[in-house]
């Protein structure tokens, strides 16, 4: 199971906004925290309408909604034991090159939250759209005790 979510550009929230999905958060599965997903108020493609550092914010709030669904979801993050999995999506013009710099924002932020031996090597993949013309994506599998 997976944990997508897309950014709230703009805002940092407490709590994942639900308002353009039918996804809820279900019950982890053999250890692994499963997913939900969000619709970003940016639309476009990296490298026409958007340039390399809207993308790294962006990734960046979606990174903290993973965060946010994850601890109101698990009642606290000290329950993750890993990032299990960490993929990006970034819809991009063909000839956008900066997927990894967008990307590296979500890395950084697990990297700092849960530390260097517990964080996953990126996946990132430059797409030609995204639902819901999303300039971003991010996927991630958390590992959780119990």
């Known amino acids: 199971m997976q944990f997508t979510h ?3 550009q703009g805002s940092q929230r407490e709590q994942a906004d639900n308002r353009s999905t039918n996804y809820s958060l279900p019950a982890g599965t053999n250890g692994m925290l499963p997913a939900i997903g969000h619709a970003s108020k940016l639309v476009g493609r990296f490298g026409k309408e958007l340039d390399a550092n809207a993308g790294t914010e962006a990734v960046r709030i979606a990174a903290l909604n993973v965060l946010s669904a994850a601890r109101h979801k698990l009642g606290s993050l000290d329950k993750v034991t ?3 999995r960490l993929c990006v999506y970034i819809a991009t013009a063909g000839d956008f090159f900066d ?3 967008v990307a590296d924002a979500a890395s950084e932020l697990f990297r700092d939250v849960f530390g260097e031996d517990n964080a ?3 996946m990132v993949l430059g797409v030609a759209s995204l639902p819901l013309g999303m300039p971003e994506a991010v996927e991630v599998i958390l590992g959780v005790e119990g």
């Open 6 to 8: 897309s950014c709230e």
């Open 82 to 84: 890993q990032v299990v």
């Open 99 to 101: 997927q990894p710099k």
């Open 120 to 122: 996953s090597v990126p």
